[in-house]
């Protein structure tokens, strides 16, 4: 019983910054594993970067690493996810998830754990 709703997304330069967020509504965020993951057109949804509940434990996508920072608020009910130095392959609907399940580390890069999903929004970048 989580709700996930995604903003931020937008068209960026190479080599700029975007930030996503992900407002949940639902008592259980605070408990919840969150994930990011993307799809371009034609292509399989990848991971990009989860956290665990009380943010203490993060995972990313090696080809974001560096670049892509994921944090949380509880408070606010948000995950944010922070793009920097974007690449015209970062180009994809990303999309924000919740796992009522404890962080799992490595486990919680499979899609297939996350029982929450939100819409999407579209993150271009641009030449």
């Known amino acids: 019983q989580v709700q996930l709703v995604e903003s931020g997304g937008g068209l960026v330069q190479a080599g700029g910054s975007l930030r996503l967020s992900c407002a949940a509504s639902?008592?259980?965020?605070?408990?919840?594993?969150m994930g990011w993951f993307r799809q371009a057109p034609g292509k399989e949804r990848e991971f990009v970067a989860s956290?665990?509940?009380?943010?203490?434990?993060?995972t990313y996508a090696d080809s974001v690493k560096g670049r892509f920072t994921v944090s949380r608020d509880n408070a606010k009910n948000t995950v944010y996810l922070q793009m920097s130095s974007l690449k015209l392959e970062d180009t994809a609907v990303y999309y924000c998830?919740?796992?009522?399940?404890?962080?799992?580390?490595?486990?919680?890069?499979?899609?297939?754990?996350?029982?929450?999903w939100g819409q999407g929004t579209q993150v271009t970048v641009s030449s």
């Open positions: 639902g008592r259980a965020f605070s408990s919840c594993t």
């Open positions: 998830a919740a796992d009522e399940r404890p962080y799992g580390g490595s486990w919680h890069r499979s899609a297939r754990l996350y029982d929450y």
């Open positions: 956290i665990s509940e009380s943010s203490t434990g993060t």
